[in-house]
């Protein structure tokens, strides 16, 4: 079992904790979130991106795609692992829950620790739209908050 988490960092007011948990190299894992003060009533982008944060969120890189593909669904096969789709955000500017992804790994060498959670100001197109970003970034806009994804317990199985 590994545990990992990242705690989110950025624009005034924007923070949150995202938690990973994968029970074996090959079992899907579960990425839950909960994520405070972004804009009310909205979808907004979330993926894992290449790097760790060495100097604020743009240090991190494009999206994390160890096996080349093009921006896509998430929970398509033939995307970006590091694409997550969209967070839902509530009323009052809060958005909580939970996501299975058999692409996402904390083991092996495309594991995605070290790397780097990006909540965006956009919502992400999903791979579907006509722009020149679609199929790189799904027009997710700028980088609200980020937070790099580290360990927080590692099981022998």
């Known amino acids: 079992m590994v545990r990992a988490v990242a705690a989110l960092h950025g624009f005034p ?9 994968q029970s074996s190299p ?16 909205s979808l907004r982008g979330f993926h894992i991106h ?26 398509s096969t ?17 958005a909580k829950g939970y996501m299975l992804d058999d692409l996402v790994k904390l083991y092996g060498e495309t ?12 919502t992400d197109d999903l791979g579907r739209s006509n722009s020149s970003e ?3 970034t799904g027009n997710a806009g700028g980088r609200a908050a980020c937070g790099m994804i580290a360990y927080t317990e590692l099981k022998q199985i």
């Open 26 to 41: 090959n079992a899907t894992t579960n990425i839950s979130y909960e994520i405070n003060a972004t804009t009310p009533n």
């Open 111 to 122: 594991s995605v620790l070290g790397r780097t959670i990006v909540i965006h100001e956009g």
């Open 50 to 75: 290449q790097y760790g944060i060495t100097d604020g969120c743009l240090s991190s890189g494009s999206h994390y795609n160890p096996f080349n593909q093009t921006h896509g669904l998430s929970n």
């Open 134 to 136: 679609c199929k790189t």
């Open 13 to 21: 007011g924007v923070s949150g904790v995202v938690n990973f948990e």
């Open 78 to 94: 033939r995307r970006h692992m590091g694409d997550l789709g969209n967070v839902r955000v509530d009323s009052g500017g809060y």
